[in-house]
C-alpha cells in the first residue's frame, strides 16, 4: 500500500509525460488529468499509469501490469525454491548504493529517491528496506511499482529528483539516449544517478535487449547529457560472467522446453561458487575486460 507521504511526494513531482503540464485529479480521485493538453492517466491497482494514451504498452499495464493476474505455476515454483541472486554484486558497488541513498537521504520531506525498475534484487531489497518514501517506477515484467512510466518520457518535474537508480535497465531500453536525457533532466543540480548496465551478458528478454557497455561506454553515455562521473567500476566481475554464460549456453543447446527449465534451476546452483572468484578481482585491471556488469555514478552539475 502506497503510505501517505509517499504519495504526497508523487503528487508534488508528478507531471504530464508528453507536455511537462502540471495535473490536476478528477472528481473521483481514480485518474489525473493534464492541465494543459488534457490527457487522461488514471490508477492501474496502486500505481499511477503515466503512459502516452498511444504506449503499445498500455493496454498492459491498463489491468495492473503483468504481475498482478493470478500466479502461474512458474512463479509459484519459483515461491517454494526461490532461485539464488542472478549475480554475486563487488564490495565496491555495494557500497556505492548504500552511499548514494544515505546522502540523498530518501525519508527527508522535501527528497525525491526514484528507483527505475521494481527494484527485486536481494542488494535492492536490503538496501531499500530501512527507508519507507522510495518511489519505484519503470515497465517492470515483474514485482510493483508506484508509477507506470516509459523511460524515455518520465513524468517527473525537471530538476525535482535527488537520486535515481537503475539496475540492469537500460539495455532494455531502445532510445537510452533519450532516457539519459530524461535522467538529466529530472535530477536535481547536485543531484547524483547510481546505474548499472551490463557488459557480458547472453542477449535476454527477447526482443527487448538492445545494447551493453563498456566501462567507458557507460560514463560517455551520460556525460553526453551533462552528468560528471562520481564513481564508477565494476558491479559484478568476470567470474559472474562466466557463471552465467555457462548456465545460458547449457540453457539454449537443451531441446525441450521442461528440460530447459529443470536444468536452468539446477545450473543456477551448480554455478554458483564460480562467481565467488569476483571477490577476489575486483579491483585488478584485467577483469575491466571481462566484467558482467558496471555501475556509474554520476552527478548533475549545480
Ligand atoms: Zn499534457
Known amino acids: 500500500m502506497t503510505s501517505k507521504s509517499l504519495y504526497t511526494k508523487l503528487r508534488s513531482i508528478l507531471v504530464c509525460p508528453l507536455c511537462h503540464g502540471s495535473l490536476q485529479p478528477d472528481a473521483a480521485d481514480q485518474a489525473l488529468i493534464c ?7 488514471p490508477r492501474s491497482g496502486h500505481a499511477w499509469l503515466m503512459l502516452d494514451p498511444q504506449h503499445p504498452l498500455l493496454a498492459m499495464y491498463a489491468h495492473g501490469g503483468p504481475s498482478l493476474p493470478p500466479r502461474s505455476w512458474k512463479s509459484r515454483l519459483r515461491g517454494l525454491l526461490p532461485p539464488p541472486e542472478e549475480r554475486l554484486w563487488t564490495r565496491r558497488s555495494r557500497r556505492a548504493i548504500v552511499r548514494a541513498l544515505q546522502q540523498a537521504d530518501p525519508d527527508h520531506p522535501h527528497h525525491v529517491v526514484l528507483n527505475l525498475g521494481a527494484g527485486l534484487e536481494r542488494v535492492f531489497e536490503q538496501a531499500f528496506a530501512s527507508y519507507h518514501s522510495l518511489i519505484r517506477f519503470g515497465l517492470p515484467h515483474t514485482g510493483h511499482v508506484d508509477v507506470i512510466a516509459d523511460a524515455r518520457q518520465l513524468p517527473f518535474r525537471d530538476a525535482s529528483v535527488d537520486l535515481l537508480l537503475s539496475s540492469s535497465v537500460l539495455e532494455h531500453v531502445q532510445h537510452p539516449e533519450q532516457a539519459v536525457a530524461e535522467i538529466a533532466r529530472v535530477l536535481k543540480p547536485g543531484g547524483r544517478t547510481y546505474s548499472e548496465i551490463p557488459f557480458l551478458r547472453a542477449y535476454h528478454m527477447a526482443p527487448h535487449d538492445y545494447q551493453r557497455y563498456t566501462i567507458s561506454g557507460i560514463e560517455a553515455l551520460f556525460s553526453r547529457h551533462g552528468l560528471l562521473c562520481e564513481e564508477k567500476g565494476i558491479c559484478s566481475g568476470p567470474f559472474t560472467a562466466w557463471a552465467l554464460l555457462i548456465r545460458d549456453t547449457v540453457f539454449h543447446l537443451t531441446p525441450t522446453r521442461l528440460l530447459k527449465m529443470a536444468g536452468r534451476a539446477l545450473l543456477s546452483w551448480l554455478v554458483q561458487p564460480i562467481k565467488y572468484g569476483d571477490m577476489l578481482c ?21
Open 35 to 41: 492541465r494543459d493538453c488534457h490527457r487522461h492517466y
Open 282 to 302: 575486483e579491483d585488478a585491471p584485467w577483469a575491466y575486460h571481462l566484467a558482467c556488469n558496471f555501475y556509474y555514478v554520476g552527478r548533475k552539475r549545480k
